[in-house]
């Protein structure tokens, strides 16, 4: 990548993967060989899928960490020209496993995460006769995994590690994801102390769980609920951008060694706002009401245990504080050189409101073909 070097000495990137780099070989793009293998972690859940986009329409080689069925991850090989993918199985508590996906990976990426703990069921010898216990906790998913990575990473000598963290990692938040998110940073840090961290505020995108969850929940109960109103701000950023920005990284990942790259969005909102904007692309004109913080925990105590819930106690803690970038705007961000932002790369972060429409529409209660002539 090109780079033209700015006062405080850190190279401001362009977007330049597109044009042949040293040592590459084809025309350039899907069908070119960038000679840089990828190992990604957690590659299946949402920011994955678009990373992976990102990696395979640039002519990368990508090696997949899978725990699940073989078909589980067949989408992701669409963006890779033939040869480019390799699947491999691997249990997160295998160190051997975990060596195996990473093999001779130039780079490894970790963007392993759950936004609630997992539980199993186990037989008692009293009613009601099945118990839970848990499976795997925000303590193992953020900090143990991380942990274990960096320092496979470090004795395997990989050239670079990336680390997707939070913008809400902070030691004094209510929420645990958060405080875990934190002290999984930190870990890391102390690991493999030239890692890359990158800190997203909340991300917004096709099958997020930030408007889409809000839209379903929406239809399922014919209600929204806000934690004390929805006051709370925050600033999502599209995941696409987020997706981008670790592509151009890969690509000169040197650059970035030991450096923390803050993701966020044009605008912050608070939550009412964007109940106001999820109801005006689907049309549906719920109420939306005000639940006090000491309700909702209770509440999503409850709620907790339907299969991919749309309500944690974790959640309601994170609802109920701001979830923006830590130095809070881009004015602040332009008067520093030791973060980096996406002005760094010659991008310009997308708006909520240019992207969201054409997916939040689906939840219009009869399609959008209800409100066109023609089709009845």
């Known amino acids: 990548m090109s780079s033209q070097p700015t006062a405080g000495g850190l190279p ?11 040592g590459e070989i084809g025309a350039g793009g899907r069908s070119s060989d960038q000679g840089i293998k990828v190992a990604l972690f957690g590659a299946s859940g949402f920011l994955g899928k678009y990373v992976s986009a990102e990696l395979g329409h640039n002519g990368f080689m990508a090696y997949f960490a899978n725990r699940g069925d073989d078909l589980e991850m067949r989408h992701l090989k669409l963006p890779f020209d033939l040869g480019k993918t ?21 780079i490894v990426v970790n963007m392993i995460g759950k936004y609630y703990e997992s539980y199993y069921p186990y037989e008692t010898k009293s009613f009601p006769y099945v118990g839970y216990k848990k499976n795997y906790s925000f303590e193992e998913v953020n900090v143990d995994i991380p942990e274990k990575l960096a320092r ?28 875990t998110k934190f002290a999984g940073e930190n870990a890391v840090r102390e690991i493999y102390p030239w890692a890359t961290i990158i800190r997203p505020t909340q991300m917004f995108g096709r099958g997020d769980r930030l408007l889409e969850n809000m839209a379903r929940f929406s239809r399922w109960y014919w209600s929204l609920y806000l934690v004390d109103g929805g006051k709370s701000l925050t600033q999502p950023v599209w995941v696409g951008d987020v997706a981008r920005t670790i592509a151009h990284i890969v690509d000169n990942a040197a650059a970035f060694e030991g450096k923390r790259v803050d993701l966020f969005g044009p605008k912050e909102y608070n939550y009412l706002e964007l109940a106001e904007f999820i109801d005006d692309c689907t049309r549906r004109n719920f109420p939306v009401r005000d639940i006090p913080y000491e309700w909702a925990r209770p509440a999503a105590e409850l709620m907790q245990w339907r ?39 010659g991008m310009q972060p997308s708006s909520m409101e240019s992207i969201m429409y054409q997916y939040l529409q689906r939840h219009m209660k009869f399609g959008h073909f209800h409100y066109v002539d023609g089709y009845h």
């Open 12 to 22: 401001k990137y362009s977007p330049t993967l597109l044009q042949a780099r040293e």
């Open 86 to 106: 390799r699947f491999v199985f691997y249990e997160p508590r295998d160190e051997d496993s975990i060596r195996e996906v990473i093999a001779d990976a130039d």
């Open 152 to 179: 496979i990473c470090l004795d395997m000598q990989v050239d670079h590690f990336i680390h997707v963290s939070s913008a809400s990692a902070n030691p004094d938040s209510r929420s645990e994801w958060s405080r």
């Open 307 to 345: 299969r991919q819930p749309f309500v944690t106690p974790d959640l309601v803690d994170q609802w109920s504080e701001d979830f923006l970038p830590p130095l809070g705007s881009a004015e602040a961000y332009a008067n520093q050189d030791e973060l980096v932002t996406m002005k760094d790369f």
